[in-house]
C-alpha cells in the first residue's frame, strides 16, 4: 500500500537510489555502532543503513509508517516526536555514544539540533539532510552573512562541515529549496562556559544585526558589571566563535554569580 506523505510532518521521501548511496557513503555505518535515525520514512536511508551495521534504532512520528517498520526485527522502533525522545536512555541502552542521522523535517530541523546539542556529549557525530540554507547557517564563518546565532550557538560544541548538496529532485515530492548534508563532529565543551548564559549572550548580540555591540550586548553586560576589554564597536556578525566563548567564560566568573 503506497504512503501519501503528510504535509504536517513535513514529509518528503527521499527517492534518488545514487544519491541514497553516496550519502550513506558518507556516514559509513558500521555493525556494531549504535546508530540511530531520526524520520526514516518510507526507508530510503533505513534500508543500506541496516545492510551496513545489522541493528538500527529509527525514531519515527508517523503511526502508519512505525507500524511498517515494526516488522522489521533488524529494527527498534520508536514511535514519537523526536523533541520527546530522551536521548540520554536511548545511549545508556546502547552502552556507547550514538551515532544519530536523519532526513529532518524543515518545519522543526532547528529545534531538533537544540534538542540534540543538549545531550552533545553522549553523541559520536551526526549526519542530517537540511535545508541547504540552514547548513549554510550552521556552518558560516564570521563576517559572512550567513553567520549568525545559529552558527555560534552549534559551533561552540560541533565541527560543522557541509559535505553533500542534494537537489529536489532527489525527492518525492520535491521540495521548494535546495537540501545539504551536513556532518557535525561533536567538540569538548571550553571550561568556564555555561550553555544558558552563552545562548543570552548571543541571542542579545544578534537581537539588532544591523547595530554594532554598544547598543546591544553593550548594555547587556553593564548591567552584569562587566568592566573588561571588549570590542564593541563591531556587529554581531563579525565577532569569531572564540570571542564569544571567553566572553561568556568571563561574565561567568564575576563576582556575585553562583
Known amino acids: 500500500m503506497s504512503h501519501i506523505p503528510r504535509k504536517r510532518f513535513g514529509q518528503h521521501f527521499l527517492s534518488d537510489r545514487a544519491m541514497v548511496e553516496a550519502i550513506v557513503d558518507t556516514i559509513d555505518p558500521l555493525p556494531g555502532q549504535a546508530l ?4 526514516p520514512g518510507l526507508g530510503a536511508m533505513t534500508n543500506p543503513l541496516v545492510e551496513r551495521c545489522k541493528h538500527l534504532t529509527v525514531i519515527e512520528l508517523d503511526r502508519d509508517l512505525a507500524a511498517r517498520l515494526r516488522k522489521r526485527p533488524e529494527l527498534e522502533v520508536i ?13 545508556a541502552a546502547h552502552t556507547q555514544p550514538l551515532r544519530v542521522v ?11 539540533l537544540f534538542h540534540l546539542l543538549d545531550v552533545v556529549d553522549l553523541v559520536a557525530d551526526q549526519h542530517f539532510m ?4 540552514v547548513v549554510d547557517r550552521m556552518a558560516a ?16 560544541r ?6 553533500l548538496d542534494v537537489p529536489p529532485e532527489c525527492f518525492d515530492p520535491p521540495p521548494r529549496v535546495d537540501s ?6 561533536p567538540l569538548p565543551a571550553p571550561a568556564g562556559v555555561d550553555a544558558a548564559l552563552l545562548g543570552e549572550l548571543v541571542t542579545t548580540a544578534f537581537s539588532q544585526r544591523r547595530k554594532v555591540l554598544r547598543n546591544t ?5 553593564d548591567a552584569r558589571g562587566f568592566s573588561g576589554e571588549v570590542d564593541l564597536s563591531r556587529r554581531a556578525e563579525e565577532v569569531p566563535v572564540a570571542e564569544y566563548l571567553a566572553l561568556a567564560a568571563a561574565v561567568a566568573a564575576l563576582p556575585g554569580r553562583p
Open 158 to 163: 560541533y565541527r560543522i562541515e557541509s559535505v
Open 180 to 185: 545539504a548534508i551536513v556532518r557535525m563532529n
Open 217 to 221: 550586548l553593550g548594555k547587556w553586560l
Open 141 to 156: 564563518a564570521p563576517g559572512s552573512k550567513d553567520y549568525g546565532r545559529l552558527s555560534v550557538m552549534l559551533q561552540w
Open 102 to 112: 536523519g532526513n529532518l523535517p524543515y518545519n522543526i530541523s532547528t529545534p531538533i
Open 79 to 91: 514511535e514519537s516526536d523526536v523533541l520527546k525522545v530522551d536521548f540520554t536512555a536511548l545511549a
Open 130 to 133: 537540511l535545508q541547504k540554507e
Open 36 to 39: 540511530v535515525e531520526i524520520g
